[in-house]
């Protein structure tokens, strides 16, 4: 699997679009429950009456990566969802598109840098207080950069756009996706 994921980043001939990506998972252990597989392996040990650190050891990796899998699994769902899995499927895709309000004109033609007109952008401001929300109460242990991020992500978005912003936010999330996915469909469709 690691090789797999590490092969999404590289190989564009083996996984050219994002459905080839989600696929290549499909029917793995990604989606499997291996809780059993503990269960039967803590069972079989207490009933041997063995005192093995080792045997705790193998335990707690294997629970590690059921997580990873687990943190795969959220992200390939989230992904389902996106808009350019929709475009690559032929599913019906959510576009929301920005209302544009114009009062108090009359007997005017409006055009681009007229003076007197003027033009604001609105963005949901809820996902970034959400989101520091989150990394705030959360138990990581250098949360300054994510806050920044997130902060600079914020003050992109009023461009309409967080393009730039959003790869640094995510290179600085790496290692607590468990923790950001829920935000990852919001922040995308900002970009």
């Known amino acids: 699997m690691s090789d797999a994921l590490a092969a999404i980043n590289f190989d564009i001939t083996t996984y050219p679009t994002l459905t080839s990506i989600i696929k290549r998972f499909e029917n793995t252990w990604v989606y499997s429950d291996l809780q059993y597989v503990i269960d039967e392996a803590q069972q079989a040990f207490n009933e041997l009456s063995l005192n093995s650190w080792a045997f705790n050891q193998m335990v707690t990796a294997f629970e590690e990566q059921m997580n ?10 989230l992904l389902e969802q996106s808009n350019l899995y929709k475009l690559e499927n032929g599913l019906p895709v959510n576009n929301e598109k920005p209302s544009i309000s114009i009062q ?88």
């Not at 990873?68 to 769902?77: D, G, I």
């Not at 902060?151 to 461009?159: F, G, I, N, T």
């Open 68 to 77: 990873l899998a687990e943190v795969v699994k959220q992200t390939l769902l």
């Open 104 to 191: 108090n004109v009359s007997n005017s033609n409006i055009a681009v840098q007229s003076e007197g007109a003027q033009q604001s952008i609105s963005i949901n401001e809820q996902v970034f207080e959400d989101l520091l929300a989150v990394i705030k109460a959360s138990n990581i242990e250098s949360k300054e950069p994510l806050i920044t991020a997130v902060e600079d992500m914020q003050a992109e978005s009023k461009s309409g756009s967080i393009g730039n912003t959003y790869k640094a936010f995510i290179g600085a999330a790496a290692n607590h996706m468990t923790l950001i996915a829920p935000f990852i469909p919001a922040l995308t469709a900002m970009m």
